[in-house]
């Protein structure tokens, strides 16, 4: 029904009973959940996170915000410094990611991130982020992706977050990896996402607006109330 144009498509954005479009916000917003955040890296710019923290729609506020850090063994994002620290002073939950390079070692990937963030408390857990195989094969992928969930856990003294998309779980990591919290992306779902398993964080619209940030921002919903979203973030 996305697909189709005109009246058809108005009625889906303005009046299915799982989203509301927020105009300011540019995109429409799954009303089922409470907690709303974003996640953003160097391809955002330069953000007043003031602007970000202070934005207020309805009953719609931006409470928490994914920030990256790393990715594979050496690199670190150009405005990740800048970033956790500017979200961290206007009151901004945040939480630090890590975009994984499955042909690299998952071991030195994870310790590439743990020279990076120090995570304080009311800070989220870490998460590891994978969208790609770069031709590498299923088992060498889990075997690595092992390698930095298990070096970041012994560290930081926190079971990690996994963010991938629903076809990515399912074709290369599965039920391997379902005692991991999981952050999913999938998009244009009326719902929730098309995942059979658990979930605690749902990415589910890649261009929303937000004051202080030019470039369009990925939007996400935590999968419970204040209270266990509070419960899920650092003593």
């Not at 963030?117 to 031709?135: A, F, M, N, R």
């Not at 992706?145 to 977050?161: D, F, G, M, R, S």
């Not at 990415?203 to 939007?219: R, S």
Request: negative net charge; glycine residues 6%.
């Amino acid at each position: 029904m996305l697909t189709l144009a005109g009246s058809a498509f108005w009625i889906w954005t303005f009046e299915h009973p799982h989203f509301v479009f927020y105009p300011d916000f540019g995109i429409q917003i799954p009303v089922k959940f409470t907690v709303h955040g974003i996640d953003v890296s160097h391809h955002n710019d330069v953000i007043n996170w003031q602007q970000v923290k202070a934005m207020q729609v309805k009953d719609i506020n931006l409470s928490f915000c994914f920030i990256k850090a790393t990715e594979g063994v050496q690199d670190e994002d150009e405005l990740f410094e800048r970033n956790w620290k500017k979200a961290k002073e206007v009151g901004m939950v945040r939480g630090a990611y890590h975009f994984f390079l499955p042909q690299k070692s998952g071991k030195a990937q994870a310790e590439n991130f743990m020279n990076s963030v120090l995570l304080e408390s009311g800070d989220l857990p870490p998460v590891l982020d994978i969208e790609e195989t770069y031709g590498v094969r299923t088992p060498d992928i889990r075997k690595r992706v092992k390698e930095w969930l298990y070096t970041v856990e012994a560290y930081y003294h926190v079971k990690p977050i996994i963010y991938t998309n629903v076809d990515y779980y399912k074709n290369f990591l599965g039920k391997d990896f379902d005692v991991y919290p999981l952050w999913v992306a999938h998009y244009l779902q009326a719902e929730k996402p098309r995942i059979e398993r658990d979930w605690i964080f749902w990415q589910h619209n890649e261009a929303g607006k937000v004051n202080g940030i030019l470039p369009g921002v990925d939007f996400n919903v935590f999968n419970g109330d204040s209270v266990a979203f509070k419960a899920l973030l650092k003593q």
